[in-house]
């Protein structure tokens, strides 16, 4: 597609429900980032990939957070019993290669636990 | 660990005034600097950037120079109109840290005609 995208744009979980975010990636694009923005904040980082590896993940808040790229291309950011405290926009960006510093980013996908 | 500061909005101007928005890091390694915006209702776009020290980066009409030795990169722009009104988010890489971007808070700016 013409930009990264990611589905679903908004979803409401009641508490302790699992939750799955989907991000598809420009094509070709090499590395892959999601960031974790809470209501009136700057994105904070949470993981990356490059192609299928996740090569850091320091940023995800608990082990309740899982993210997986099983083919280099899509990704899926999993939240396992999910707490008031996760709601936030989570967003996905990709990058053309691994020296680039330019990311562009996908249009988020806003969660609400009740 | 990196760090990115910014002014805190609400900033409210008239149509045509002059824009500043201060933006000072803190790095341990040679970053890039970017200034994103995120329009109502719309994804975070990059506006400009700047990959060494005293690169001048522009787009819009907007501009920000990366200085290393004030840590800063402070964006203006000299005219600004209402299209302008938006969260505008200062940010860092660091390619030995893989590039993920470290970001200030935001300021949410609005242009009043």
């Known amino acids: 597609g013409a930009g990264v995208s990611q589905s679903p744009r908004y979803k409401v979980a009641k508490r302790g429900q699992d939750v799955a975010l989907r991000c598809d990636p420009i094509?070709?694009?090499?590395?892959l980032f999601w960031y974790q923005q809470a209501l009136g904040q700057g994105p904070e980082f949470l993981t990356y990939?490059?192609?299928?590896?996740?090569?850091?993940k320091s940023g995800l808040p608990s082990d309740r957070f899982f993210a997986e790229r099983p083919e280099g291309s899509v990704s899926t950011l999993k939240i396992q019993r999910t707490q008031q405290e996760d709601s936030a926009v989570y967003l996905c960006?990709?990058?053309?290669?691994?020296?680039?510093?330019?990311?562009?980013f996908g249009p988020g996908t806003r969660l609400t636990v009740l | 660990g990196d760090s990115v500061t910014q002014m805190e909005g609400p900033v409210t101007l008239s149509e045509e005034a002059f824009l500043t928005i201060n933006c000072t890091y803190t790095?341990?390694?040679?970053?890039?600097l970017f200034w994103y915006v995120q329009y109502p209702g719309e994804g975070l776009q990059l506006l400009l950037k700047?990959?060494?020290?005293?690169d001048k980066g522009s787009n819009k009409g907007f501009e920000a120079t990366y200085r290393k030795e004030t840590t800063s990169f402070h964006l203006e722009k000299g005219s600004v109109q209402v299209s302008d009104s938006a969260v505008y988010f200062c940010?860092?890489?660091?390619?030995?840290?893989?590039?993920?971007?470290?970001f200030g808070g935001g300021t949410r700016v609005l242009v009043k005609p």
């Open positions: 960006a990709s990058i053309q290669f691994s020296g680039a510093n330019e990311q562009f």
């Open positions: 094509s070709g694009h090499v590395s």
């Open positions: 990939f490059q192609n299928e590896a996740q090569l850091d």
């Open positions: 790095a341990t390694g040679y970053p890039s």
């Open positions: 700047a990959t060494k020290a005293d």
């Open positions: 940010a860092l890489s660091d390619q030995a840290a893989g590039n993920k971007l470290t």
